[in-house]
């Protein structure tokens, strides 16, 4: 899987440049810039491999998957905020809001937003209503159905009279963390116009076992390796899935939904190796 992912974060990279070489340099490009950088790419990854089984090339599906991409490194910029999870140390390096100030963090969240329907909207997808669907989905993902319900949920449960169950907690995360996820494995059938029932499924399981392993390294994993603050869920009280299930219980369940996201992709047979392996890594990463 790494050579893969290698190979996707370095086209991403590519395409990301691109796309900023068309923007003014003033402060809000140079907090773009520097939001964009680093990162696992791995929902990038899963729309070029999704793409790839139904015979989108790369060249054609990389701009979904930088749009991707880059709609997630919005929501972390705005996420980081003081009003939201208040954090300072975003992959290693001050959040954006530390390093400039929190007008020019929430305007580079706001551009980069934009900045991935320009990106999705790309002619990679000849088919005009294809990329109209993939620009509909991506924003229903990213919108009040998916990220933004999630997250404002996750914000309302600290405020909340009780802790949320595991139910609760599971819906929430299957937006907010799950979201986008479910969009980029299936963004491959939509470019193709074909059945996206397993990759939905696969999503499914792979972006709640992704969840639990960060519950997880919050609990034991290393800031240093991290980038970023751990212990913080603990700190402030929250339910999460290490709380409610256990250490040992959390581990398990992701073990399990990583075997469920593997199985699902039967109908695929071996095309689709990469993507249980993506699978794997998820519960078996350390940042």
Excluded: N
């Amino acid at each position: 899987m790494e050579a893969a992912r290698a190979e996707a974060a370095a086209a991403i990279e590519a395409r990301l440049e691109t796309a900023m070489t068309a923007f003014a340099e003033a402060p809000v490009t140079a907090a773009m810039r520097y939001a964009l950088r680093g990162g696992k790419r791995m929902r990038g990854l899963l729309v070029i491999e999704s793409a790839r089984l139904h015979g989108v090339a790369p060249e054609r599906s990389i701009h979904a998957a930088a749009a991707v991409e880059t709609l997630h490194a919005y929501s972390l910029v705005h996420d980081d905020l003081p009003a939201m999870d208040d954090d300072d140390l975003r992959r290693g390096q001050p959040t954006v809001h530390r390093r400039w100030d929190e007008a020019t963090a929430i305007l580079a969240g706001d551009a980069l937003h934009c900045l991935a329907f320009e990106l999705v909207a790309e002619e990679g997808v000849p088919e005009p209503a294809r990329r109209l669907d993939l620009s509909v989905s991506l924003a229903r993902a990213a919108g009040a159905h998916g990220m933004v319900l999630g997250q404002a949920r996750d914000i309302a449960a600290e405020h909340a009279a009780a802790p949320l169950g595991l139910a609760e907690i599971t819906e929430l995360q299957a937006g907010k963390t799950g979201a986008l996820f479910r969009w980029s494995a299936q963004a491959g059938a939509r470019m193709a116009g074909a059945d996206d029932a397993a990759l939905g499924r696969y999503a499914d399981a792979l972006g709640l076992a992704f969840q639990i392993t960060d519950d997880i390294l919050d609990v034991e994993g290393d800031a240093a390796r991290l980038g970023k603050s751990v212990g913080k869920d603990a700190g402030a009280g929250k339910a999460t899935f290490v709380s409610l299930l256990g250490l040992d219980g959390a581990k398990a369940r992701a073990r399990e939904l990583a075997e469920e996201a593997g199985d699902a992709l039967g109908i695929y047979g071996a095309a689709a190796q990469t993507l249980r392996q993506v699978a794997r890594f998820a519960i078996s990463r350390d940042t």
